[in-house]
């Protein structure tokens, strides 16, 4: 278990913001992939990323190609929801947020700096992502002379982080919530 009903408000949200960091920094957190859901023209879209920091403002970046899905969606709108599982301690974090798209900017060539070399290959597709193909050979070719021109951060800074720990018939469930500069919980009824 993550908390239990015995535990304050303060220290549960402790807890969730330490293991939302570790899931940032170590690839084999359960935190570290995460669902990501936008919203199209027509219905909500989710996709797994990866988590690849959470700075001291709980800000969270996931690193995509600028010509993916996601990027428009969330110029379009950007409210975005993130939903981790922990399945060893059974609990599920749901945080909501609205998202910055940052390309070619000081953000975005900072986190360029960290991809290293086979990994960039990742932001250097020469077909656009989601595109048809004829056969799946036709999308491994990549221009590496475009260094980080489709590389994108997508921060997400949250406005609501809300947790909810399965334990048979006594589930829990608190939402944290930012008020100024100040985050708050509350109690709710799982």
């Known amino acids: ?50 988590l690849r920091q959470l700075d001291e403002n709980l800000c969270f970046h996931i690193f995509t190609d600028s010509r993916s899905h996601k990027v428009n969606q ?3 709108n950007p409210a975005v929801t993130l939903l981790f599982y922990h399945s060893r301690k059974r609990c599920q974090v ?5 998202a910055t798209i940052h390309q070619r900017d000081s953000l975005s060539k900072r986190h360029w700096e960290k991809v290293q070399g086979e990994a960039q290959k990742a932001y250097q597709g020469m077909v656009t992502p989601g595109k048809e193909v004829a056969n799946p050979t036709d999308a491994h070719v990549w221009e590496e002379e475009k260094g980080d021109a489709y590389f994108t951060v997508v921060a997400i800074q949250p406005f609501s982080i809300e947790c909810l720990q399965l334990d048979g018939l006594r589930h829990l469930r608190n939402r944290f919530y930012k008020e100024g500069d100040e985050w708050k919980g509350i109690w709710l009824a799982p």
């Open 1 to 50: 278990m993550l908390f239990k009903e015995t535990d304050s408000l303060a220290a549960i949200w402790d807890t969730v913001r330490r293991e939302l960091h570790r899931g940032a920094g170590d690839s084999k957190h359960p935190f570290h992939f995460v669902t990501m859901a936008t919203l199209s023209a027509k219905q909500p879209d989710t996709r797994y990323v990866v």
């Open 74 to 76: 969330l110029i379009l």
């Open 94 to 98: 749901k945080v909501q947020g609205t």
